[in-house]
Every structure is written in structure tokens, then in C-alpha cells.
């Protein structure tokens, strides 16, 4: 049987409908100066060991200088921060101007203010097409209960409204 052809726009409006919340995967580069981008292909994967995974795109520039730092942060965005996710979607711009930011344990950036963070190491990276599909073993995590998380959803943002 022959494969059917799938037009990308049509698969990407169709998905939009999966809901997920926004990371920002920040690290140091090798000149010490933090690096970063917008990630929505996020997901807890594993608890024993603790793995996380998303998927950088082929075409990511911010990648391959997080790859091989010795560790990196995964942000997880809070509702007031749809500006900060248009920042660290904009390809070779400065992402990190006027963002305060601290290192965690480990020493990757964790950026002031996000909901839940996570710091990683490398685990490992497969094959996904036109992006990677990496899995990193989760070093130090912590959430901020009192935040709601900002969401991503058929295109826009939105914010959290519990169901009664
Ligand atoms: C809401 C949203 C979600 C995104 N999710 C991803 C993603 O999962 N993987 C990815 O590679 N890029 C994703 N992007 C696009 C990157 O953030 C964008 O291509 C970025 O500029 C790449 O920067 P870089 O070249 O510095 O790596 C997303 C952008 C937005 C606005």
C-alpha cells in the first residue's frame, strides 16, 4: 500500500488541537553565555530513571550549543509569559536580553519567575524526521504551586480555567 501524502499545514492545524503547556530549554554555551529556545514538544517520560523529552527541530542553532553543555534547564513558562516564549522563538536575536535569570544547582540557567523548572543532563537523542527526539535524565526539580502555567492551543496562548 502506497504512504499518503500529508500536507504539513493541515497536520499542524489538526494537531493545534493537542493542548500543552511552553518550556524554555536554556543552557551555557561554551563561552559562557546563556543560550536558549521556545520548546513545546515537551513531556515527562520516565520516573525509574527520571527522564524528560522534547524535540529540538533539525534546524535549531540553540541545539547544538545545548547539547554538549554538562547541563540544561528546562523552564516551564507561567501564564504572564507569552512575551518571554516570543522571545526565545526568535532565531538569532539576543534572547536573553532584559530576562533575569540565575544559575541552578547544576549551574543552567534558570530563568526568574517560571513555574517549575528542571535541571538535565543529556540521556540521549533518536531520530524524529525533520527534528530530535532527545530523552535527559532529570538532575534537580522544583515547582512553583502558587503559579498557573501558561498553555499553548490551536495556535495562541491561553491561561487555565479549572473545569467545575
Ligand atoms: C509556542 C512555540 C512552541 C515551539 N516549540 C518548539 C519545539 O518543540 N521544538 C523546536 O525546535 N522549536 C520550537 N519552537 C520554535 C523555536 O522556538 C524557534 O524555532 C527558535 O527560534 C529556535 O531558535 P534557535 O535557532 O536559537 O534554536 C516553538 C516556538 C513557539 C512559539
Redesign the pocket.
Known amino acids: 500500500m502506497t504512504t499518503p501524502l500529508i500536507d504539513s499545514d493541515h497536520m499542524r492545524r489538526v494537531l493545534g488541537h493537542f493542548c500543552s503547556g511552553?518550556?524554555?530549554i536554556t543552557a551555557l554555551g561554551a563561552d559562557g553565555r546563556p543560550?536558549?529556545?521556545?520548546?513545546?514538544?515537551?513531556s515527562s517520560l520516565s520516573l525509574d530513571p527520571p527522564l524528560v523529552s522534547?524535540?529540538?527541530?533539525r534546524?535549531?542553532?540553540?541545539?547544538p550549543l545545548i547539547r554538549t553543555a554538562d547541563t540544561f534547564a528546562v523552564n516551564v513558562l507561567g501564564a504572564g509569559h507569552a512575551e518571554l516564549?516570543?522571545q526565545?522563538?526568535?532565531?538569532?536575536?539576543d534572547?536573553f536580553r532584559d530576562v533575569r535569570w540565575a544559575p541552578g544547582q547544576f549551574g543552567a540557567p534558570i530563568l526568574t519567575g517560571v513555574t517549575a523548572w528542571a535541571e538535565c543532563r543529556l540521556w540521549a537523542e533518536y531520530d524524529g524526521g525533520d527534528?530530535t527526539i532527545v530523552a535527559a535524565r532529570v538532575l534537580h526539580l522544583h515547582a512553583d504551586t502558587d503559579t498557573d502555567a501558561l498553555l499553548?492551543y490551536r495556535g495562541a496562548?491561553h491561561i487555565p480555567a479549572p473545569v467545575r
Open positions: 511552553i518550556t524554555v543560550v536558549g529556545f521556545t520548546c513545546q514538544s515537551f522534547f524535540s529540538p527541530a534546524t535549531s542553532t540553540s541545539w516564549s516570543h526565545f522563538a526568535r532565531s538569532g536575536t534572547k527534528h499553548y496562548y
